[in-house]
């Protein structure tokens, strides 16, 4: 199961400007992703993270074989734009700087044969 955009609404970010969309009652998209993900939540199979009980990004084990690496690319992003950005800063990423740690620690202690990452954007490793 993957977290993307069409959970909430098609290129969703939390403070995109909903006033002019006569197709939303509720205009806060910040609430709109809220509701939408307690859905996705209380209807998936997730396992919960007490520590986190609202994180999406997870490991799904397959014995000594595979793990998969369920990331999240929706709820730790700036807000849309051109990206063209000089450089890198927190309204440039897609992805939270501390869940790219546990995911580097994840990746880094896993001792499967396999290890996928499941995203629902393309990513590319830069040298």
Known sequence: LQWDDHEVRDNWYETRDLSKDDRYKVKSMALLAA??????LEFNPLAFDAADAERIHRVVRYGPLVDIFAIDLRSYRGGNSANMQPTLTDDAR???AAQLEILKSQLAASRAVWKIVASDMPIGLKP
């Not at 509701?35 to 996705?40: L, M, V």
């Open 35 to 40: 509701r939408a993900r307690q859905a996705f």
């Open 94 to 96: 897609i992805f939270g």
